[in-house]
């Protein structure tokens, strides 16, 4: 179980040097050990910032005094309930060298804070009521968020979006339940507390309107995850000048030695407002050396786990196709593919049948690829309600419970048993708790707060 009973220490701010870094200490004597850190007598006022001067871990440190210092601080003391993690929570701002934030930790530690695991600030936030779990999660999104409209999107969430959106059906599967419940334990009542019609109606709407979150969330996922995009085709027909061109800047080795690019070249870019992952592989042709087979494994092993897969033609060598030992194209057969046909800026060039008409050099077809890359790229403007996995599965299975109470009503002709249709609502009820994290385990914690940073 985790426990809150402790105080936990942790340096929020990244790991190297910078302007400013923050000692986050957090728990029942988080005041106390700030009090053994800092020169400072007497309380902080809560919220407010106090400068003082930070002591020198060493032991024999004198008491008081600026010799004795290594450091200024600005302390700033958040007392429970009102602070991040619910509980007593005090920042010191120091200078950002990784030496005084180590000194500063280790004092901490002495003075009876433990260190933090990764995440275990805002688990404690959750685990103390002040946000549920999607805003936790959210925190993590927003760290990670690599564009402004995944930024976005976590910041809403932040804000408590994703609990707002399901509410409404919780309370609409709530209300249904309870009154199927009432059925079940008056039936001498004579009378049904929701009749058949009612009942469907009710669900109907349900299933709408989980229906809709799922669209959205659909659209939200690749928001949040971003597409991964790999580029193939044969030696030398262009691939790194369109992953160039694609990324704007000269990241991959452009050479007209055929086989040059034989590892993976990967780049994440915002295009249009969606994260996403260009992988340039290593021209995929028959070859006898063994480094350069290793790079076509791997350029095959990109395609294959791609959301979309790009296959460059060479506009100079006619219809040639891909050329490979066989076992190519059945990898892409599930895929989206796109074909573009290379180098039109070259006169007597002509694209191929259904293949977008590209040139690296003068930048012609670059922003239709763009568009077919992020499906039309507008669409991304706003921020979805649900955009995270674990979420959207989850809306999935009440969706389908609900569905299927619905068929199985109907297959009943009205007169199927409450209890039959009660267990499907419950399990898309319990579905969405889960959402929200008022039912959840410790491993599912433990899965989600592992990806946080430590400090956060
Ligand atoms: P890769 O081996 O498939 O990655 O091919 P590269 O991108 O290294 O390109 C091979 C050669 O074709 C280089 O000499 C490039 O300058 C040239 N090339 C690539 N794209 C274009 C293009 O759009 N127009 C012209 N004219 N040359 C290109």
């Not at 509980?87 to 930790?105: A, I, K, N, Q, W």
């Not at 995944?150 to 959106?165: E, N």
């Amino acid at each position: 179980m985790f426990s809150t009973e402790d105080t936990i220490v942790a340096i929020a701010t990244p790991a190297g040097r910078g302007g400013i870094g923050v000692i986050r200490i957090s728990g029942p004597v988080a005041q106390q050990v700030a009090g053994r850190l800092v020169m400072h007598r007497g309380s902080f006022e809560p919220r407010h910032a106090t400068l003082t001067l930070v002591r020198a871990a060493a032991p024999a440190s004198p008491p008081s005094g600026p010799r004795s210092a290594i450091d200024q601080a600005i302390v700033t003391v958040f007392p429970e309930p009102s602070s991040y993690t619910g509980e007593d929570v005090v920042e010191l701002s120091v200078h950002g060298s990784p030496v005084v934030l180590r000194e500063v930790l280790q004092a901490a530690v002495r003075a009876g804070a433990r260190l933090a695991e990764p995440g275990e600030f805002t688990l404690r936030a959750f685990l103390n009521g002040r946000i549920d779990l999607p805003q936790a999660e959210a925190v993590a999104d927003l760290i990670d968020a690599a564009t402004p409209l995944q930024a976005r999107s976590a910041f809403d969430q932040l804000q408590g979006t994703v609990a707002a959106a399901i509410g409404d059906v919780e309370r609409d599967l709530f209300d249904v339940i309870a009154r199927l419940e009432a059925s079940i334990d008056f039936p001498d009542e004579g009378y049904h507390f929701i009749e058949p019609p009612t009942l469907d109606a009710e669900l109907a709407r349900i299933s709408s309107r989980l229906d809709q979150l799922l669209a959205v969330g659909r659209r939200g996922r690749l928001i949040r995850e971003g597409r991964t995009v790999a580029i193939i085709g044969s030696p030398n027909v262009g691939k790194s000048s369109l992953f160039n061109a694609l990324v704007g800047s000269a990241r991959a080795i452009v050479t007209d030695i055929p086989g040059t690019t034989r590892d993976l070249v990967s780049e994440t870019v915002d295009i249009d407002g969606l994260r996403v992952t260009l992988v340039d592989t290593a021209g995929i042709r028959d070859t006898g050396d063994v480094i350069e087979r290793e790079g076509i494994g791997r350029s095959l092993g990109a395609a294959s786990v791609a959301d979309l897969v790009v296959v460059v033609h060479d506009g100079t060598s006619g219809s040639v196709q891909l050329q490979s030992s066989g076992d190519t194209m059945p990898q892409l057969s599930e895929k989206r593919v796109v074909t573009v046909t290379s180098k039109c800026d070259i006169p007597g060039v002509r694209p191929l049948a259904g293949t977008i008409a590209i040139s690296s050099v003068t930048g012609d077809g670059i922003a239709e690829l763009r568009q077919l890359i992020t499906d039309g790229g507008s669409e991304y403007g706003d921020c979805p309600e649900i955009t995270n996995t674990r979420h959207l599965e989850l809306v999935d299975r009440a969706a389908s419970s609900v569905g299927g109470a619905r068929t199985a009503m109907k297959a009943a002709g009205g007169r199927l048993p409450e209890e039959f249709i009660l267990a499907d609502l419950q399990t898309a009820r319990d579905a969405l708790e889960e959402i929200s994290g008022r039912r959840t385990s410790e491993d599912l914690l433990a899965h989600i707060f592992e990806r946080f940073c430590v400090g956060k």
